[in-house]
């Protein structure tokens, strides 16, 4: 298994800051995700994050919003940049390591609440 | 990836066995059906993963219809601790990148 740290665990922003996200793993992983999980919803990919390449976005989400880095395999930020009241979510980093790639298993950090007012 | 469909809701009294449905009636042939849950405030867990056969572990069993359109992850004991909003997630192959969650099934196990 993999234990995921991620820091902030909550904080209170204001309109128009910005705000970088910790993703600390204690195993190197090859691939590291970012989602987004808005008040009472389900689960939204972000992007994924992997070390050595640009973070590949899905629909919906551009780099200059949320830039993400991946410096090394154990260690990802995400930015939620130019915030707004709608960016307000719990975000959560996500890993998957060779060892579970049999499996498919993902590991999930308990998140980061993002409250922007 | 096939499309889940799931009851928003269920109730299960607790040490009671919790069965919650899952219909994945586009799933293809090299398809997995993953079972994951979110408890309140926390990231979230793998629970079991299934291709064909019925699979059980130390935390739940998946029963998996012979024509694979839907299965039913079986909490055989359930406690106050498995109130969760549970995810059924089809997804290709081991391999693949994403995992699409859905609205899930809210299990509430009660008293």
């Known amino acids: 298994s993999a234990v995921i740290s991620q820091k902030p665990s909550r904080d209170i922003c204001q309109r128009g800051t910005s705000l970088t996200i910790q993703c600390q793993v204690d195993s190197q992983v090859t691939m590291m995700f970012w989602y987004r999980q808005q008040p009472g919803q389900s689960l939204t990919l972000i992007a994924t994050?992997?070390?050595?390449?640009?973070?590949?976005?899905e629909s919906g989400f551009v780099i200059d919003k949320f830039p993400i880095s991946r410096p090394n395999l154990t260690f990802s930020t995400l930015t939620v940049s130019n915030m707004s009241p709608e960016d307000s979510s719990i975000y959560l980093c996500?890993?998957?390591?060779?060892?579970?790639?049999?499996?498919?298993?993902?590991?999930f950090g308990e998140g980061s609440r993002l409250t922007v007012l | 990836d096939a499309k889940t469909t799931q009851p928003p809701s269920m109730d299960c009294a607790e040490g009671r066995a919790a069965n919650l449905p899952c219909n994945h009636s586009t799933i293809s042939g090299n398809e997995y059906v993953y079972w994951y849950r979110q408890i309140h405030s926390q990231g979230p867990q793998y629970i079991i993963h299934?291709?064909?056969n019925n699979e059980t572990n130390e935390m739940a069993s998946l029963i998996i219809t012979e024509d694979r359109k839907s299965s039913t992850l079986i909490l055989p004991h359930a406690t106050l601790r498995d109130t969760a909003v549970y995810y059924c997630i089809v997804r290709v192959d081991n391999y693949g990148q994403n995992f699409v969650f859905g609205p899930g099934t809210r299990l509430s196990v009660l008293p």
């Open positions: 994050a992997n070390q050595g390449s640009e973070a590949t976005y």
């Open positions: 299934g291709l064909k």
């Open positions: 996500s890993v998957r390591g060779d060892r579970e790639r049999r499996t498919g298993e993902l590991f």
